[in-house]
């Protein structure tokens, strides 16, 4: 199953679900709490990226030259695959097909994948992602190398969780913000533990803090409960973490 196919069913049944929720009585309150909790959600990745070289300082985060040459090599990689997968099973390269929302929800159009195939540090917007996503990797890699990592969170297929392997890919906006490129996904192993620990470790040193108990509880509810772990470590985890995934030699 194509990571398009995956992300279509997802929206399928992420807003079935959602019309659900909206059909039955959203008061004011569950808004706000809503609200409330994409706030902490959007503020992990900033804190992340604020933090690392604090916490860090030997690690190197930075995307280099080289780095940023073989990502876009990576990212045509990804494109290119998913356009065979495409005309392997006979569907239409761009889904044009109408999408029913609730009633104040709509749907930011691709970049069309033909337009991808040539994605550059030109392309608006790329660089920047680029430069993130690798970022990213970095970050959790050396969080895994320095506090410890047994737990993780693979991103969810409907084929089991998604192991860093096959199509990998995220959504990301290009500038104008009315329309989202297809990016690989160096987030797809997440090595929840560790951050935990990274982030308990900002918190006892002051760089860190909360505006009360609930926030705390809410934001590291997910590197310390349960709740989220779908992989443990092995061989296979390791291995995403021994070499960035756009110097490891495949398209992903």
């Given amino acids: 199953m194509s990571w398009q196919t995956r992300r279509r069913l997802g929206w399928a049944l992420v807003l079935a679900g959602l019309s659900c929720s909206l059909a039955a009585a959203q008061t004011p309150a569950d808004e706000q709490m809503m609200a409330w909790q994409r706030g902490i ?4 990745d900033v804190r992340l990226r604020a933090l690392a070289p604090q916490l860090m300082p030997d690690c190197a985060i930075k995307a280099s030259a080289a780095d940023m040459t073989a990502f876009f090599v990576y990212w045509r990689g990804l494109v290119e695959r998913e356009r065979t997968l495409r005309r392997e099973s006979a569907r239409p ?3 044009t097909s109408p999408t029913a ?3 104040g929800m709509t749907i930011v159009p691709s970049v069309p994948l033909a337009e991808m195939a040539t994605v ?3 392309t608006p917007g790329a660089e920047d992602v680029a430069r993130r996503e690798i970022e990213i990797w970095h970050i959790y890699r050396c969080a895994v190398q320095r506090f410890g990592s047994q737990k993780y969170f693979a991103h969810y297929g409907f084929d089991g969780p998604r192991w860093p392997d096959g199509v990998n890919a995220t959504f990301a906006f ?4 009315r329309r989202s490129m297809m990016a690989p996904d160096t987030e797809i192993l997440e090595p929840l533990d560790a951050l935990g620990r990274f982030f308990r470790a900002a918190q006892a040193s002051g760089a860190l803090s909360f505006v009360n ?3 705390e509880q809410y934001f590291f509810e997910r590197y310390e409960s349960a709740y989220f772990v779908n992989v443990t470590r092995s061989g296979k985890t390791d291995a995403w973490f021994d070499t960035p995934p756009w110097l490891a030699g495949s398209a992903p």
Wanted: charged residues 45%; proline residues 15%; without cysteine.
């Fill in 41 to 44: 959600n959007a503020s992990r």
């Fill in 93 to 95: 390269e761009e889904d």
């Fill in 101 to 103: 929302l609730p009633p």
């Fill in 120 to 122: 550059s540090e030109k």
């Fill in 174 to 177: 290009d500038p104008s913000r």
């Fill in 213 to 215: 108990v609930a926030e």
